[in-house]
């Protein structure tokens, strides 16, 4: 099996990435961790409530 040499470098000086497959894939983490800060945010929020004897 032929070399093929280093890995190539999946994301530019400035960090951005270098291919839209790449992009995407970064924008749908980036997406996900939002979804789950707003969920624990929202988790908490309920319990805060709960305290003050309020229902969310």
Known sequence: MAELGPTPQLYTLDG???????????LDALQRREDQRRQDGDATYRHWLSHEGRVA
């Open 16 to 26: 951005w990435p270098q291919t839209w497959a790449d992009l995407f894939t970064r």
